[in-house]
């Protein structure tokens, strides 16, 4: 790449102020609209029962296609995009759900006393696999794969590109997003342990988090000798000269091992302790010249050069607590334990209102903190990931999740009717989409795959005189590889874990 094509590409995505963040909310709710109407045509008429060809087509058009639509083509009328996917949903929801054969037979067993139902398919799991979840991880990882491609195209707004330092954007939502699921599903080991009786102390916390960390922070090391080794462009005020993003990731397991431990984790404390590590963070901003050395500080050493990598991690931890908090909550079958006791009528209203109220929380968290009127006026910035930015992401996932969760209790309520492991496995198979299940289930090998690619078409499309029409043909094909690859690793029964 030449240093002139470089420097207009650098230039292309810096010094950029964002967008408001109404429309944020109207372009990410193509997400959930989508998953509406794949419900729908799940749910009511069978569409994906039998997966072929044509239902993975339709799979795609609504869980990837939507989503590119909305963030090129549509990206000026998403309320547009969400009323053309909401309304036919609506009208297929009046059509009677379908009943499947297997639903006869769960039926005729639910006659039957649930515990002779549970000695011949096994107890209900204390931790069942819960498919608004792996809806919402799915979708997020797809936004996050089609926009590190996407923004480097006209056709992408250049108020959806991450901001420079003060503002908010559908990448600094997606940065966020990437750390608050990872912390959602960090939950799982914890409440295993819990749920067997098991204690881990420092030294294991730490073995542990290490495996993880470790391919981690080679990937990172590899990401900066891609970038500089093939004179990719940069932009250095994102994270430094040297850190990315795989750094971040690979610091949150040692951290939390340090700072938590998984015997005294519950919901409330690990959500304040998310909001003492952010305010805290925000509190050393405001107060010491941290701030100012962040923003001006010229690169002249290591820590000056990577200041805004290192001295952004704090929030970035803040986040992954809080999404952590969410899944201590909604993971288990009840809280603290699971039982296959509760209704499905109780386990719906549990998920339901304790997400509404963690979506109430964290946004009127949001609003005092950034509100010139009622609050204390502070803007969001991904640069420091500082608190307003930690509370906005907070926010806007635990929103999703709830919206995610009404979507499956709706379309789906025999997920939560099941008398049975084996029957509950059936119903949350058919409530969750191959392709979305495929995203989550490898999502960061995806996301490995995602970034040399999106290289690789950068070292060989002219992307910024590109036409809007080859630019959509390029996203099309690549939104489609990385599919391909995703339902083929989960065909193959193959999970990639880093």
Known sequence: MTQSYKTLKEDFVSNLAGGKISEINYVTAVAPAALLLWSALQSRLGVFIH??????????????????????????????????????????FLVPPRTEQYNKISKSKGTRKRSDV????????????????????????????????????????????????WGTSLMDMGVGSFVFSAGVVSARPILKDRVAGR????????????????????????????VKGLELAEHVTEYGVHWNFFFTLALLPPSMALIASPTTMAPLTTAMLSLTVGGSHQLILEFTSLKAFILTATRTDLIRKNREG??????????????????????????????????????????????????FFWSTAFVLTTSDKYGLNLRVSRRLANFPYVLWVAAFNCTQLTIFCAIETWAFPKVYKALDKSSENQETEKAISKILWAFNRNGLAVFLLANPLTGFVNLTVDTLTISRERAIGVLLVYSALLTVVAVALDRWNISIKL
């Open 51 to 92: 997966y072929g060809a044509a239902a993975f087509l339709v799979d795609f058009l609504l869980n990837v296609g939507a989503i590119l639509l909305a963030t090129t083509l549509y990206s000026s009328v998403p309320i547009l995009l969400n009323v053309l996917l909401i309304l036919p949903a609506l009208l297929i």
């Open 118 to 165: 549970s000695k011949e398919h096994g107890e209900l799991d204390p931790l069942p696999i819960r498919p608004f979840i792996t809806a919402y991880r799915g979708a997020m990882m797809i936004i996050t794969c089609l926009a590190i491609l996407a923004v480097d195209f006209k056709i992408f707004p250049r108020r959806f590109a991450k901001v420079e330092t």
């Open 199 to 226: 204690t881990t102390h420092l030294g294991q916390r730490l073995y542990r988090s290490a495996k993880h960390s470790l391919p981690l922070f080679i990937l990172g090391l590899v990401r900066i000798y891609s």
């Open 310 to 359: 290192l001295f952004s991690f704090a929030g970035y931890l803040a986040i992954f607590l809080a999404g952590q908090a969410a899944g201590l909550d909604i993971l288990p079958r009840l809280p603290g334990k699971g039982s296959s006791k509760a209704s499905a009528y109780t386990q719906r209203k549990r998920l339901l209102t304790h997400l509404t109220l963690a979506s």
